[in-house]
């Protein structure tokens, strides 16, 4: 039988303007196994991330993700498929509490009254739960980005740059966080400048050059 | 799509978080209401002491100090959307784009009809005029035009809201559409304030009407186009 994929990327590129983020791009991640995804600054791995994500399409190629079209069938994905990206996506003058809370509501979850207070004490951040995440450092803010990642317990999750901003305590918390996602099954693409630790955590590794697959070695 | 939520239930969400942002900082709602103010006083002092030329002015001008202002509103509502890019996290958790439009067209709107209930009474003290006469029909009047105003409004401000030069780009993009509403609601507000003798009041509540049912339409359609990156 043949293996489920849950990314599958055929000759995938992405352009801005005139630029060529990613070019002719082509892979598979079969489901449940992880990918860790490596290059330069501006190699594309972020775009990659933006793609599999649904947040942007590719402009030529077939991206499936999970087995549907990532544009076509963008809408039966997105319940499935979490980002953490540079961009936190918390309105900054909510509270940790109500950005949760509001995500919990969009996603059907707003009947579970201790899903947020306890996804905040898992990311510690029961004490600041009603500051505004304006007042946040950029390690609370990917805190509670994982937070969100965590509540909508997806089957591919995206990780950009997951350790920046994080403390030792927190880079700890956050690899035993990626190995219980992949004990539930859970997809992990992982881009990270930190190979070696992105090695131990992941199965599979894709490393970009100009937004194109070149040999890692 | 099958949506966690109805799309009407995620439009609620949405509004009630605009009125949250709104509620805990009131920067929006309070540097309206002071720019509109100094327009509504600024016209007062233009025109004279005349108030036969006062009164006769009047709803331009209420409906003047209302458009200027929503431009700086509308600005603001996208711009706490593009902060960290909580727009595409609200698409991708995910929330229909159309239920984003319909919450934030009423957020914005329900800004706009307060603060031009906090005008009226500006605008007697400025401009002499009776607000006894029609006064449910101007309540109306005011609500329908300030829907009028967000639903294309809320449109353009999502294009300009990542734009370099997108303080000037909104006012560009908007004006030029809001002028046939505009010309109704002045119209409106005028009959609801003067004598009707011909009552056409009902008749420009009807165009009222069938404008803000024609740029909510178009925004509904259009807005998942401008909601999701290429």
């Known amino acids: 039988m043949a293996e489920q994929l849950a990314v599958e990327a055929v000759d995938i590129s992405k352009r801005f303007g005139a630029r060529w983020a990613l070019a002719r791009l082509s892979f598979g991640l079969p489901q449940g196994r992880s990918l860790l995804l490596t290059g330069h600054n501006g190699s594309g791995k972020t775009t990659l991330l933006r793609l ?48 949760l809370t509001l995500s919990a509501k969009f ?86 400048h930190l190979v070696e630790q992105g090695q131990s955590l992941t199965n599979e590794r894709l490393h970009l050059a100009a937004g194109r697959k070149v040999d890692a070695s | 799509m099958t949506p966690k939520i109805p799309l009407l239930a995620a439009a609620w969400l949405v509004l009630k978080k605009d009125w949250q942002i709104e509620w805990r900082t009131r920067a929006r709602l309070t540097a309206i209401i002071f720019f509109s103010l100094s327009t509504l006083l600024l016209f007062s002092f233009a025109v004279g002491p005349d108030i036969n030329t006062l009164r006769a002015h009047a709803p331009g001008y209420l409906w003047l100090a209302l458009l200027f202002a929503s431009v700086l509103s509308l600005g603001e509502s996208f711009r ?66 300030s829907v009028g105003i967000s639903a294309p409004g809320t449109v353009y401000s999502a294009i300009s809201a990542n734009a370099r030069a997108r303080d000037v780009m909104l006012p560009l993009l908007l004006f030029p559409v809001l002028i046939p509403l505009l010309l109704a609601a002045v119209s409106a507000t005028r009959f609801t304030l003067q004598p009707d003798p011909q009552e056409q009041v009902g008749g420009w ?25 290429d």
């Open chain 1, 52 to 99: 599999i994500a649904t947040a942007s399409f590719p402009t030529a190629g077939t991206l499936r993700v999970l087995g549907h079209d990532a544009r076509a069938g963008r809408d039966q994905l997105r319940p499935h498929v979490a980002l953490v990206s540079h961009a936190s996506f918390h309105y900054e003058d909510l509270t940790a509490a109500q950005n």
């Open chain 1, 107 to 192: 996603l059907g979850r707003g009947g579970e009254p201790n899903l947020v207070p306890e996804l905040l004490e898992r990311m510690g951040l029961s004490e600041r739960a009603d500051s505004p995440v304006r007042q946040f450092s950029a390690g609370m803010r990917k805190r509670l980005a994982i937070a969100r990642l965590l509540m909508k317990a997806p089957k591919v999750a995206l990780l950009d740059e997951p350790f920046g901003e994080l403390d030792p305590a927190g880079i700890k918390q956050m690899e035993g966080l990626i190995r219980e996602l992949q004990s539930q099954g859970t997809s992990v693409v992982l881009a990270t």
């Open chain 2, 80 to 145: 706490i959307e593009s902060e960290n890019q909580a727009l595409t996290g609200l698409v991708l958790t995910p929330v229909e784009p159309r239920a984003i439009f319909v919450g934030k067209v009423f957020g914005n709107a329900s800004l706009l009809f307060v603060l031009s209930l906090v005008l009226l009474p500006v605008t007697v003290a400025l401009y002499d005029v009776d607000l006894s006469r029609a006064p449910l029909q101007l309540v109306l009047v005011l609500f329908l035009g």
């Open chain 2, 205 to 229: 509540l009807k165009l009222l009407t069938a404008f803000d049912l024609i740029y909510l339409s178009v925004g509904f359609l259009l807005f998942p186009k401008v909601a999701e990156e």
